[in-house]
């Protein structure tokens, strides 16, 4: 199973500390540094240093970092325009040398476009952009770089350069979720990976069943997309530790057992062999305490060498 890494710098971060996290990632044999797309800190606490925005960041840890995959989990569609996004994307993909994945999704958190000015329409209408966003980022990157690219939707018209190219012939494609209908079609028409998480194994058994059978529907092979499960994450090293690394990151270890990963590193590697046994080849561990690098370093030591 592959780890990754994913943040959420939302809660108050500074790049300097988004760098320190991506360095240790790379350094300790994580397969990627994944961050969240938000700007509006969730639940209580001091928001200082305040939020940093996801594709700059990731344009700046392209330059610092190596071998690691970069992306988003995920980018909300009603950040950004479908246009401006792919040349985003495709430019960090550059500079990274192509290791960049873009999650996309409709967007939830409502108090946060408001707060910051952005429009927020409703799920039905979130969804129809998605899909048009897909169509024309999808569209974008695989029109030859000589040509334009056009498309006229409800929402979005581009007639543009097929330009700047990614450096991946085929940037990953993550779509996500726990919608029963939509998201599984989508993702069997557009994704290379679908992601889903923060809920107990059997919900991601369904999950993951509802994407297969879409898949099949769509005339495509289910085991052409990977599937994985994203999980907050705690462990230490004893019960102790557990406990106070919990109380840091202002997680609860009862909830952790049944929708997350927590323990010492023996329990965490039984809790991802459950993932494992109903389809996930890839987890995302949520980072909430991006100060304890020494958490990472104990999975890396004590958890990855276990998996299959």
């Known amino acids: 199973m592959d780890l990754r890494i994913f943040t959420e710098p939302h809660q108050g971060a ?14 300790c044999g994580y397969d990627a540094f994944f961050r969240s797309d938000h700007y509006l800190r969730t639940g209580r606490g001091d928001p200082r240093p305040g939020p940093t925005d996801a594709w700059t960041t990731l344009a700046g840890l392209a330059l610092e970092t190596r071998g690691i995959r970069l992306g988003t989990l995920v980018s909300p569609v009603t ?28 967007g939830w958190n409502e108090a946060e476009h408001h707060a910051f000015g952005l429009p927020f329409p409703p799920v039905g209408e979130r969804f129809d952009r998605l899909e048009e966003q897909l169509e024309i980022i999808t569209g974008l990157w695989s029109t030859d770089a000589h040509k334009s690219f056009s498309y006229g939707g409800r929402y979005y018209t581009v007639d543009m350069p097929a330009l700047p ?12 979720g726990g919608g029963p ?9 557009f994704a290379t990976e679908f992601n889903t998480g923060f809920v107990a194994v059997d ?10 059978a879409a898949c099949r529907d769509a005339g495509r092979d ?53 993932y494992a046994a109903v ?24 958890v990855m060498p276990q998996l299959p």
């Open 14 to 27: 500074t790049f300097g500390q988004l760098l320190a996290v991506a360095k240790t990632t790379q350094d």
């Open 79 to 106: 950040f950004r325009l479908p246009s401006v996004l792919a040349v985003q994307v495709g430019q960090v993909d550059v500079m990274s040398g192509g290791r960049v994945e873009l999650g996309l999704g409709t």
């Open 165 to 176: 190219r990614p450096a991946q012939e085929r940037v990953p494609l993550i779509l996500g």
């Open 181 to 189: 209908r939509r998201t599984p079609a989508l993702a069997a028409r």
């Open 203 to 212: 919900e991601v058994r369904t999950r993951f069943q509802r994407v297969r």
């Open 222 to 274: 289910p085991s052409d997309l990977t599937y994985s499960v994203a999980l907050s994450t705690v462990c230490g090293e004893d019960d102790r530790q557990v406990a106070e690394r919990a109380a840091a990151a202002g997680q609860d270890v009862d909830g952790l057992r049944t929708s997350g990963l927590v323990g010492t590193p023996g329990e965490i590697v039984d809790r991802l062999g459950a």
């Open 279 to 302: 389809g996930a080849t890839r987890a995302y561990l949520q980072i909430w305490d991006l100060g304890d690098l020494g958490m990472l370093d104990l999975i890396a030591d004590r």
